[in-house]
């Protein structure tokens, strides 16, 4: 139950997201796998008094709404995942006492942004630096700082958010790296079992699984 105040001249505005939150976990022993759901990382209320924030969040769900509303249902899938985790991600910082910079964050949207747009596309960090005028080692700062990962690690979770949708859709491997920007398909193997515990031929053949 939840109840609000609100004012004609300043109305409250309501967004929710439902989302699953499950960890995989890879049985190697036994060939199979198993999911466990752990406590979300953040607080379940949380207030915030950092307008950069309030705004940002306030962006991103307002994204996430009208994203669903039109677009091919794959890619919408991959840029609602994306708009999502970033969500999670300022959310995380904040509760652990991460404070933000406006133009720094600001940049570091633009960049993202790009990312999740464009990450079929060759993508390299001095291209991602030219697009919001500093050097590569000064994005790859401030974008740590906002996001709590490199850019290029950024981009490769995307990529890889991207390929499972993918694999459960009968892609195979090899056209799935091709289509994530990921053209060595050896590189994607090691880049998606490092994060998924299995490699994408298993993934693949096991999607009902997952």
Not at 16 to 22: G, I, K, L, P, S
Not at 56 to 63: N, P
Not at 90 to 100: F, P, V
């Amino acid at each position: 139950m939840r109840t609000a105040r609100t004012f004609e001249h300043s109305p409250v505005r309501c967004f929710a997201a439902d989302f699953d939150y499950v960890c995989p976990i890879y049985d190697r022993e036994n060939g199979g796998c198993r999911t466990e759901v752990p406590p979300l990382p953040l607080p379940f209320y949380q207030t915030t008094t950092d307008p950069y924030l309030f705004d940002r969040l306030t962006g991103l769900f307002t994204s996430l709404t009208k994203s669903s509303l039109s677009g091919d249902v794959g890619a919408v899938k991959s840029k609602q995942r994306a708009i999502f985790t970033e969500i999670l991600e300022l959310l995380i910082q904040y509760s652990n006492g991460g404070s933000y910079s406006y133009s720094d964050a600001g940049k570091v949207s633009v960049v993202i942004n790009h990312m999740t747009e464009h990450f079929a596309e060759s993508i390299t960090l001095s291209r991602l630096a030219e697009i919001v005028g500093i050097s590569e080692l000064h994005l790859g700062k401030i974008f740590k700082a906002v996001t709590g990962k490199p850019p290029i690690d950024y981009l490769l979770d995307i990529r890889i958010n991207r390929a499972k949708e993918l694999l459960r859709d009968g892609v195979s491997v090899t056209e799935t790296s091709r289509l994530v920007g990921i053209n060595d398909i050896y590189y994607f193997s090691r880049a998606f079992k490092k994060r998924e515990g299995v490699p994408p031929s298993v993934y693949s053949s096991n999607k009902t699984e997952y």
